[in-house]
């Protein structure tokens, strides 16, 4: 089992930034991926960014890509969504996501095994 905290979100203008935090303990050794989303309500978890545990390769949704950053501290076990030029669309709960095996895309929340309880974030116009 893995489980995964979140922390970091809160108001912020348009325009502004933040920084998630996403904080693994359990079977950390099995992570393989870890990835953040986004959902509003009435409307479906969206992908926003990940990054392979290993190499540290990243994959970014095109709304955020230029704005958005992940990164990963593997001796601390976390990951990191630094998020700059803040817009109203980027309001949402944003969830940290864990997957064991290597398998698949990066870019559905069934590619991902384990999830976080979520940190809202929401951005003033």
């Known amino acids: 089992q893995v489980q995964l905290v979140e922390s970091g979100g809160g108001l912020v203008q348009a325009g502004g930034s933040l920084r998630l935090s996403c904080a693994a303990s359990g079977r950390t050794f099995s992570i393989y991926a870890m990835g953040w989303f986004r959902q509003v309500p009435g409307k479906e978890r969206e992908f926003v960014a990940s990054?392979?545990?290993?190499?540290?390769?990243?994959y970014y949704a095109d709304a955020v890509k230029g704005r958005f950053t992940i990164s990963r501290n593997n001796a601390k076990n976390t990951v990191y969504l630094q998020m700059n030029s803040l817009k109203p669309e980027d309001t949402g709960v944003y969830y940290c996501a864990a997957r064991t095996y290597s398998w698949g895309s990066y870019y559905y929340p069934s590619d991902y095994n384990y999830w976080g309880q979520g940190t809202q974030v929401t951005v003033s116009s």
């Open positions: 990054i392979t545990w290993s190499t540290g390769s990243t």
